[in-house]
């Protein structure tokens, strides 16, 4: 299957999970109110951020390594899966005492609800470990069709839950069916894995040790790079109210929603180049040229739905509730950033497959310190707004990082990276006329 064809098939899988996701999120808005919504806002972030930093850069490696040698790819399956399971308790522990040592960082939210979320931890992990496998075998369309089932029926669940109980109950019923979904979804992903390539729940410590030696500098840029996105939350938590911190959770969910898009094409770029085998360390080749162009016309995708946003954005922030419009300023600024982020991620895929250079490392930190002087600055005194002007200087940053080094060493320029030329659309249009043509004739 080809590469654009891949993803089509999940684009229009995610725009399914978008239309779930968007009921889901009106019928969450209307139930719990911003306040509401600023409490389960927090506790997603915190599963999301300690999910992040239980990963260990294993979900790169295992796509990298089943790439190179598919005779390990059973040993490999049972080595994440198992590793993840290990990791994600240690990670409970670790924030559990974290929040009594700081409880200032959970706000207003209650302790007990923050227990009851992170037990959301394990589940989260094993299925985006379920998903990369899937992605390493190349089977897109299970990759897709499971999520959208599971996603769907955890929507139908939530609704009768929400008709049938209290309203008091409508934050723990809220993470508890988000605990479940991921669950029911990490059980399916690990299956078919299994189906594929049979495993054992044991850890190879060789392939261990040889998955962690590849995949920290990607764990370590990711975990830096996630944070940039998730800690507006969490330090809005802190140092403002849930009412705020409710409304920029939408404000987030909408660029969530549209960073499927950089993250559909970089997900799915790495493991189909990992397909042709190991690469040349330097220099400019064939697939970096591709590269260049998806970078190039993610970045006009990104800026259209910019330019849509700015015209429908009032009204869009409406349907979740009057109070949430006032988030229209920091969601144009936060689009924004995420054009920066969205480049970032696709010019990031040739650090990926030219070995991971340490510069990865370097660039991430310093990212994140930005990030965190930024917030520390901004956040306390303009709220949302700071968190959003932020994540736009620390996403220019982390695009303009890579793009230095892709181009100094992989022979990369800016114009071909960043700007779209008519070739592009041309290209566009020929594949999807070889696609419609192909499906014509029956192939």
Request: proline residues 2%.
């Amino acid at each position: 299957m080809s590469f654009f064809k891949q993803s089509a098939i999940t684009l229009f899988t995610k725009a399914g999970i978008f239309i779930i996701s968007f009921v889901m999120n009106v019928l969450m808005a209307r139930k719990l109110e911003a306040e509401g919504m600023g409490a389960i806002g927090a506790l997603q972030a915190f599963i999301a951020i300690a999910a992040q930093f239980a990963f260990l850069g294993l979900d790169r490696a295992a796509i990298y390594y089943i790439g190179l040698d598919k005779s390990r790819a059973s040993k490999i399956a049972g080595t994440l899966i198992s590793a993840g399971i290990l990791a994600s308790i240690a990670i409970y522990i670790i924030f559990v005492l974290i929040a009594l040592a700081f409880p200032k960082i959970l706000g207003e939210v209650k302790f007990n609800l923050y227990l009851i979320a992170l037990l959301g931890v394990m589940p989260l992990l094993i299925s985006l470990f379920g998903q990369n496998l899937l992605l390493a075998y190349q089977k897109i369309f299970e990759y897709n069709i499971l999520e959208l089932i599971v996603r769907f029926l955890s929507l139908i669940i939530l609704a009768v839950l929400y008709i049938t109980l209290d309203t008091s109950l409508a934050v723990i019923i809220t993470i508890l069916v988000i605990i479940i979904t991921n669950f029911v979804l990490g059980l399916i992903n690990a299956g078919f894995a299994w189906k594929q390539h049979p495993y054992n729940l044991k850890i190879d410590w060789l392939v261990l040790r040889d998955m962690i030696g590849y995949g920290w500098k990607n764990y370590y840029s990711a975990v830096m790079g996630f944070m940039i996105i998730k800690s507006d939350l969490i330090f809005l938590t802190a140092f403002r109210g849930l009412d705020e911190v409710g409304v920029y959770r939408q404000v987030l969910w909408i660029c969530d929603i549209l960073f499927n898009i950089p993250t559909v094409f970089a997900g799915l770029l790495f493991p189909k180049l990992m397909q042709e085998g190991a690469t040349v360390e330097f220099g400019l080749d064939e697939r970096g040229k591709f590269t260049m162009r998806l970078s190039r016309l993610i970045g006009l995708t990104l800026g259209l739905f910019w330019i849509l946003f700015a015209i429908i954005g009032v009204w869009f922030l409406g349907i979740f509730g009057e109070e949430f419009k006032k988030g229209y300023l920091p969601l144009l600024i936060a689009l924004a950033a995420f054009v920066f982020y969205g480049i970032h991620l696709i010019l990031k895929v040739e650090l990926f497959r030219r070995g991971l250079p340490t510069f990865i490392v370097i660039y991430s930190t310093i990212c994140m310190i930005a990030k965190v002087v930024l917030n520390v600055s901004l956040i306390p005194k303009y709220g949302m707004y700071g968190a959003a002007w932020g994540s736009l200087v620390a996403d220019f940053l982390l695009m303009a990082f890579p793009l230095w080094y892709c181009i100094k060493y992989y022979g990369f320029n800016i114009r071909d990276s960043l700007f779209v030329r008519s070739s592009d659309f041309k290209f566009i249009i020929d594949r999807i006329k070889s696609a419609l043509g192909k499906n014509a004739s029956g192939d």
